[in-house]
Nanobody, 116 residues
Framework: QVQLVESGGGLVQAGGSLRLSCVAS????????MGWYRQAPGKEREFVAT????????RYTDSVKGRFTISRDNAKNTVYLQMNSLKPEDTAVYYC?????????WGQGTQVTVSS
């Protein structure tokens, strides 16, 4: 079965950086687009970034453009989210997601907390 495991979250001061990782198993990773989402306390889960199966195409929500970079290493079945210039409003649980055969699979999430 598909499994996604995120890591790399933590507590960081505003202006700092973190790199999140998501390791996938149970699928041919290089065949699938991958996405990062986040959910802040009391809010709906929202889209952050997505990357195509080859890594040639990426898309970001407006609030993270120029600060976050999504990338992938298909040899390692891993997708990354480099987060720079972090702001308190980036505080959330971050999830990676893949859609396979019409079903969405999510990891357990990793907490990112940005202090002001």
């Amino acid at each position: 079965q598909v499994q996604l495991v995120e890591s790399g979250g933590g507590l960081v001061q505003a202006g700092g950086s973190l790199r999140l990782s998501c390791v996938a198993s149970g699928l041919t990773f290089s065949n699938y687009d991958m996405g990062w989402y986040r959910q802040a306390p009391g809010k709906e889960r929202e889209f952050v970034a997505t990357i195509s199966w080859s890594g040639s195409s990426t898309r970001y929500t407006d609030s993270v453009k120029g600060r976050f970079t999504i990338s992938r290493d298909n040899a390692k079945n891993t997708v990354y989210l480099q987060m720079n210039s972090l702001k308190p409003e980036d505080t959330a649980v971050y999830y990676c997601k893949v859609r396979k055969n019409g079903n969405d699979y999510w990891g357990q999430g990793t907490q990112v907390t940005v202090s002001s």
